[in-house]
């Protein structure tokens, strides 16, 4: 089984930073991909960022459009850590940000910390 935790979400005005974290716990050999994403109310759940293990040390990325240029998705293997840093927040932004990250071919999710964008 395993666990993710999320953290970090608040309330920030426009053009503000958050920097979100979310720590795997369990039995864990590989994490294979972790990712980020978010759901405003009223709307689905969207893939925000996610970062794949592509061999020894090397990821890949990937981001939704709505914020490439703004946010960075990371990894830290040793820590079981993800984390999103997002820069030049918008209201539009404002959501619960929900971890998830693939082991075995299985998905798991944490149960989100909320960001919130206003003036």
């Known amino acids: 089984q395993v666990q993710l935790v999320e953290s970090g979400g608040d309330f920030v005005q426009p053009g503000g930073s958050l920097r979100l974290a979310c720590a795997a716990s369990?039995?864990?050999?590989?994490?294979?991909?972790m990712a980020w994403y978010r759901q405003a109310p009223g709307k689905r759940r969207d893939l925000v960022a996610s970062?794949?293990?592509?061999?020894?040390?090397?990821?890949?990325?990937n981001y939704a459009n709505s914020v490439k240029g703004r946010f960075t998705i990371s990894r830290d293997n040793a820590k079981r850590s993800a984390y999103l840093q997002m820069n030049n927040l918008m209201p539009e932004d404002t959501a619960v940000y929900f971890c998830?990250?693939?082991?075995?071919?299985?998905?798991?999710w944490g149960k989100g910390t909320l960001v919130t964008v206003s003036p």
């Open positions: 998830m990250c693939v082991v075995n071919g299985r998905d798991y």
């Open positions: 970062i794949t293990s592509a061999g020894d040390t090397n990821y890949a990325t």
């Open positions: 369990g039995t864990i050999f590989n994490i294979n991909t």
